[in-house]
């Protein structure tokens, strides 16, 4: 496929691409400093051990293109046709850290940063809120400085934080900010936690190939399953890769919560307010980041609500133009596709 891409419209629809990452030196830095010290977890070693020291061609081009928020990015935009990126700190923000006033320092720099980017090409990025969940006040605040003063749409969560998640009581006052300033949350993958990644490294599956999308489904479904959206019936859950595969699986989570809330042999599954499927079609969107399938696109559609799904790139990880041509061809409707690519980006993020 040759087709020349371009921005602008010319299929009756502007891309805006709504997981796109970008990092700074002093985030990286650190990272590389807790691997060397080998105070990383497991799948910070993996994941940052390999892309933040080879040397190879793939791992070049990302380190580069993730620095860039000015020529290099929007040259690829171009190519690619996006005319819009919302960008987040690339996984895991500052969450493997464990000096807060070094994580605190380098999210709320990166905010800066971004919106300082965000500000010289308006027309083409905006920006998504970096927190520090280990201090969960500091980034409810932080959360208002995103929303009011730096004009950022929704915040990025890197999944768990040292092997917490977000329906645990410490992080309370970071669900009730999105909640009630209306922050959309997405919550990104990083590698499992220790206690979770087991032999998955071994194998080479801790990462996005699969370990990414176990872990951050788990974390999705916690929220799910313990009642967050009975108490912020307004909370906005975003997730990337096919929602993580949620749509898939939302019958046979539905069936055995349920028969798990009858049992009573879980203190943490009670009866909610609705089936699982509720909140997934009220409070869930889902983006095909990395999942430029179809098949995986419209079932997503098909579940959750043709309202509810979003075009996604992942650059600078998976900058793959003829994925744009594929999904420019999907067999849905001219108006789904509107949707899809554009107006449902827009509806979330308030743009
Ligand atoms: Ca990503």
Do not use: K, P, S, T
């Given at each position: 496929m040759t087709t020349e891409l371009k921005t602008?419209?010319?299929?009756g629809y502007l891309r805006i691409a709504t997981e796109e990452a970008f990092a700074t030196e002093e985030q990286l830095d650190a990272i590389l400093r807790l691997v060397k010290e080998g105070r990383a977890d497991k799948g910070t070693v993996s994941l940052w051990g390999f892309y933040g020291t080879s040397p190879s061609e793939r791992t070049t081009f990302i380190r580069e293109r993730l620095l860039d928020l000015g020529e290099l990015r929007l040259a690829a935009m171009d190519e690619a046709g996006i005319d819009k990126a919302v960008l987040a700190l690339t996984s895991p923000g500052v969450q493997s850290m464990f000096d807060l006033d070094e994580a605190r320092g380098i999210a709320a720099r990166a905010n800066d940063h971004l919106a300082a980017a965000c500000e010289r090409h308006s027309d083409r990025f905006i920006g998504m809120t970096a927190i520090c969940p280990q201090d969960a006040e500091w980034s409810a605040q932080e959360l208002k400085r995103g929303k009011e003063?730096?004009?950022?749409?929704g915040v990025q969560v890197n999944s768990h934080t040292h092997g917490h998640y977000?329906?645990?009581?410490?992080f309370d006052p970071i669900l009730r900010a999105c909640a009630d300033m209306d922050i959309p949350l997405y919550i990104h993958p990083q590698g499992p936690p220790d206690e979770m990644i087991g032999g998955m490294v071994e194998a080479g599956?801790?990462?996005?190939?699969?370990g990414f999308a176990v872990e951050t489904s788990y974390h999705a479904l916690r929220l799910l399953t313990t009642g967050v959206f009975d108490r912020y019936p307004s909370l906005k859950l975003v997730l990337g890769h096919g929602c993580e595969g949620l749509p898939f699986w939302i019958d046979r989570f539905n069936y055995m919560f349920n028969a798990g809330v009858r049992s009573?042999?879980?203190?943490?599954?009670k009866p909610l307010q609705h089936s699982l499927h509720h909140y997934l079609r009220t409070n869930v969107w889902g983006t095909n980041s990395g999942l430029p399938s179809p098949a995986s696109i419209k079932l997503m559609m098909e579940v959750m609500g043709e309202d509810r799904v979003l075009y996604a790139m992942d650059y600078p990880y998976q900058y793959v133009p003829d994925e744009v041509r594929l999904l420019d061809a999907i067999d849905i409707s001219p108006e789904q596709k509107v949707k899809f690519f554009q107006t449902n980006a827009e509806a979330l993020f308030g743009l």
């Open positions: 602008g419209g010319q299929h003063e730096l004009g950022f749409v977000l329906d645990e009581e410490q599956l801790e990462g996005a190939i699969f009573q042999r879980y203190d943490r599954l």
